[in-house]
């Protein structure tokens, strides 16, 4: 999994509370996750992987293993998105379009 990639992040605005936008995210240009949620409050974002609401929980449709980024370690998917989605909101020039940002994160 070394050589396991964030190539593309798009984004579609949903403001709604602390709700920013949803995420698609694209690995090594061949699979593409969708679903993901990017939060903004008190000057942090921040992302959550996709999920179902059932009743009052909520349960993750994908899992990343500890032991695959470290115990200690952020999750590098979730901070793709955090980036890419700062980027696109600071005009930064790895924004490709309005709803679009590429993030090149290899770990």
Do not use: C, H
Request: no cysteine; charged share 25%; net charge neutral.
């Amino acid at each position: 999994m070394s050589d396991l990639q964030v190539t593309n992040v798009k984004f579609n605005k949903y403001e709604k509370g602390a709700m920013k936008a949803w995420a698609s995210v694209t690995f090594n240009n061949v699979m593409t996750i969708e679903g993901f949620k990017v939060f903004g409050k008190d000057n942090r974002i921040w992302a959550s992987v996709p999920s179902d609401k059932k009743g009052d929980e909520y349960f993750d449709k994908i899992k990343f293993p500890k032991d695959w980024y470290g115990r200690d370690a952020n999750n590098p998917v979730l901070d793709a998105v955090v980036s890419a989605y700062q980027n696109q909101n600071n005009g930064a020039s790895t924004s490709t379009s309005s709803n679009q940002s590429t993030a090149d994160e290899p770990w």
